[in-house]
């Protein structure tokens, strides 16, 4: 096994137990015995736990971006269909429980969002560039005439981005779907109707 | 000093450490200092902390809905002129940093909503309760012509609450007041607008 793949181990673990309970309530102890590796490998590819911490938004990061760029950027179906597509897929995610736990940028910005400058700026970051995706969308729904030509893209998309991820949190109180449901209908029947 | 004002003592000690360090990073021997009470008193007023944090959300809750009843209730604006100066109420609290650490509501619903069916229906029905506050001034600016009659006022209510919830959990990460700016903008022009 290459240092990278034990790496990678570290942080897909860590991400499954992060993702469930929380960055502070997770203990390094708990994150070295779900990975297997001794407590010095762990210090070898992060310097603290803060250092882990940051890594580990990159690597949620680049799941999510990947997904979002293969679905927002394909070349089968016109921009607004494409994003569409893209939350009906994280709706049927959460309604089987794949997605459960909720999104887990929105998690740690909710968490660690106050707790330090540099926790802030890699949130902050993570959420610009999902953010970036769904302007680029609209800018091509703008150009084709699928939307006003008055919305202004980026403010669009940072208003359907920031609503996605309050409904996300609706659910883990609901426990249910339809705050997604509700969501894509209001985004699509009232913003970005023309 | 009463029992009852020992135990609200207590409550306002912890609902400042909670909101800013979230639930499970905080100990209860935090609170008991801050709020300089011994463990025996403090287990007198809560069986537990999760009897403690259930208790919490009541007392977040309380003083939240007091604010949105006072502001959308209010006799001396239409149903949409108030909703607006609620929001922009907020959006002032937010920018001088009175609201800092959030909606603790919505934090507590990100941090404990997946952890167990007690604060899940509690943190549920506290967000159900803001959402009526919400509901019930639609309906009002429905009645009086303020708004399309299409538009149903418990979807759109929820829509606005999980969206606002959304902005105020962005504006962590952006460390700027923003996403609520944005927010307002949307929710007047475009979802609410005729």
Chains 1, 2 share one sequence.
């Not at 990947?66 to 679905?71: E, F, G, H, N, S």
């Not at 208003?159 to 969501?183: C, D, H, Q, Y």
């Amino acid at each position: 096994m290459t240092k990278q793949d034990t790496k990678l181990r570290i942080l897909n673990e860590a991400a499954k137990i992060i993702h469930c309970k929380g960055f502070n309530n997770t203990g390094i102890q708990e994150i070295l015995n779900a990975s297997r590796v001794p407590k010095g490998s762990f210090y070898f590819y992060f310097k603290s736990k803060e250092d882990f911490g940051l890594q580990l938004i990159d690597h949620f990061q680049g799941f999510i971006l990947r997904r979002m760029k293969d679905q927002l950027e394909a070349s089968d179906a016109s921009p607004l269909e494409r994003l569409r597509r893209f939350f009906e897929g994280t709706l049927e995610g959460f309604r089987c429980g794949a997605l459960a736990g909720g999104c887990p940028i929105g998690n740690l910005a909710q968490e660690l969002g106050d707790s330090s400058d540099k926790f802030r700026m890699k949130l902050g970051n993570a959420l610009d560039q999902m953010e970036d995706c769904v302007v680029r969308c609209l800018e091509e729904a703008r150009d084709q005439g699928e939307i006003d030509q008055s919305l202004d893209p980026k403010e669009t998309a940072n208003f359907i981005l920031n609503s996605w991820e309050g409904s996300i949190l609706r659910m883990k109180a609901t426990g249910g779907v339809e705050p997604l449901i509700t969501f894509e209908k209001m985004i699509f029947d009232r913003v970005l109707a023309r």
